[in-house]
């Protein structure tokens, strides 16, 4: 059973931190740059999945990590739906809506896979001052 000792060993952050990449990259293009409102609540929206995931893990308390955690999913969501969005304002073509979309689905389901394993591990309040310890074991195991 290895610990995870730092965020960036999180599938979660790790695969968060690609779909941000896919979302700048996104933005940068055509039209999509030009609609200022738009391209940056969508950034904001892809940095908080990612940002979220890293301060609960640092915070090294099962129940602040996992309030993170449903923060980081919430952040995919309005994510999801500031593609809708772009899509509906033909900023993103079938093609590119379709693969970015199903990138942060995957994206939210191993957050919650995450958050579902935190949630096991957290300890009654008897035992509040133990500190917690994220394993490889109990993260979700969807690395690509």
């Known amino acids: 059973m290895k ?8 599938i979660a ?6 779909l941000t990449q896919t979302i700048y990259t996104m933005t940068r293009d055509r039209a999509f740059s030009k609609d200022l409102g738009l391209s940056s609540q969508i950034q904001r929206a892809a940095v ?8 609960g893990f640092e915070r090294n308390r099962p129940g602040e990590f996992h309030q993170s955690l449903s923060v980081a ?4 969501a309005e994510l999801r739906s500031h593609l809708y969005a772009a899509h509906d304002a033909q900023y993103l073509d079938k093609k590119s809506f379709t ?5 942060a689905e995957e994206v939210g389901r191993i957050i ?13 309040l008897s035992m509040k001052h133990e500190s917690f310890q994220l394993t ?3 993260a979700p195991s969807t690395q690509h």
């Open 3 to 10: 610990k995870v000792a730092r965020f960036e060993d999180l």
């Open 13 to 18: 952050w790790q695969k968060a931190r690609v």
């Open 48 to 55: 908080s999945v990612m940002a979220n995931i890293a301060e």
């Open 73 to 76: 999913k919430g952040s995919c």
């Open 99 to 103: 693969e970015v979309l199903a990138q």
């Open 112 to 124: 919650g896979a995450l958050r579902a394993a935190v949630a096991a591990q957290k300890k009654p």
């Open 136 to 138: 490889q074991d109990s």
